[in-house]
């Protein structure tokens, strides 16, 4: 990627993203708007686990004996830096699923509390705390019903928190909501629960890269992250973040040697660096996906043009509905992924014609008896890419779909 300029682009030309764009495998003839849900990896980044993977393949027990521990370590670090925390608030896991299960064998319910999520929040978390009230006696889990239409930070807080009792202990709370794409006003939300006395955990996969993160600015007790969104690092990479007052609470669900013998684990860290003989290439391969969205495009050339991007896809769906969207026009809603109301129908059978007729992958989510489109954008997508969605939905559309 050497001779890739590196200057400021303008966050309009398709053109002028072309080199970067090409790092991106996307498959021929397909237009990918979906990396909100799966997030492909450049070719860079893919060399770099490719390398990894190599250097475990040709001498297993040099590589886990004495090269895995070392680089574990150093990746945590770049990626503690990234999130201005220290690396022992820090763990790799696999994914932000991952991640959540920790937090829920690690945050002890007693009988008759509660644990309160948003009716925005991802169906794989809600079944995770389920789980955790079906076996706490008299614990219950709580929906929060946030605004049909997203005004202020302080209405969202307002939304939430009257939902909270006398009994609520926890709250699990997207920073960037899934199926609706709306960043959360995450601080002010750990801020009020401070004051009640109302444990966080932060539901986060869509956050960094796409905005800044910080977890001890947010004063949250947990943030449950995937890296293989927005970072682009490859699959299977997430982390966990817990408060420093947790530690010693921490629970891993799966036990192992935690270190490498003849090392014995004397922190909770360190329960997650040896969770048994596995291909680790993802986690190692994070500090390169970092450098390449810090260092090389940029972080704000990066969010300037994926937001740019959005907004576009934002105007342009407006334009043909004519419904009016959920959040305001503003940085502080939405990043690089947005969504926006469609006309009533079948949500799966659109999508599933977007596909099959044009090759555009893009979720249409049905989500609190509405439909809508979530687009979300990365450095391989193009403001034609948004146009052909827009010419396929009119006429999807138009044949009431």
Known sequence: MND????????????AWQPWRDQWPIRSGTIYLNHGSFGPTPRPIRECQLNWQQRLASQPMDFFVREYEPAWLDARRRLADFLDTA??????????????????????????QDVLLTDHEYGAVFRIWQRVCEQTPGATLTTARLPLSFESAHQVVDYIFRAATQRTRLLVVSHITS????????????????????????????????????????????????????VSAPFGSGFLYVAPEWHERVRTPSLSWGRIAPATPTTWWEEFVWTGTRDSSAYLATPAALDLLEHQVGLSAFRARTHFLARY?????????????????????????????LPPGDARSLQEQLWEQYRIEVPVVEHNGRRSVRVSCHLYNRCEDIDFLIQCLKSLLQHAC
């Open 313 to 341: 896809a934002r105007q342009q769906i407006i334009e043909l509905t004519g419904l009016e969207p959920f959040i305001p026009d503003s940085e502080q809603w939405y990043g690089s992924m947005i969504s926006l109301p």
């Open 4 to 15: 890739i300029d590196i200057r400021p682009l303008p966050v309009d030309d398709d053109a």
């Open 87 to 112: 690396p022992d608030s820090l763990v790799f896991v696999e994914n932000a699923t991952a991640a959540m299960n920790v937090a829920a064998s690690t945050f002890e319910l007693q009988p008759d």
């Open 179 to 230: 199926p609706t794409a709306v960043i959360l006003p995450i601080k002010l939300i750990c801020e009020e629960a401070e004051r009640r006395g109302i444990a966080v955990c932060v539901d986060g996969p869509h956050a960094p890269g796409q905005i800044p993160v910080s977890p001890d600015s947010l004063s949250c007790d947990f943030y449950a992250a995937s890296l293989h969104k927005w």
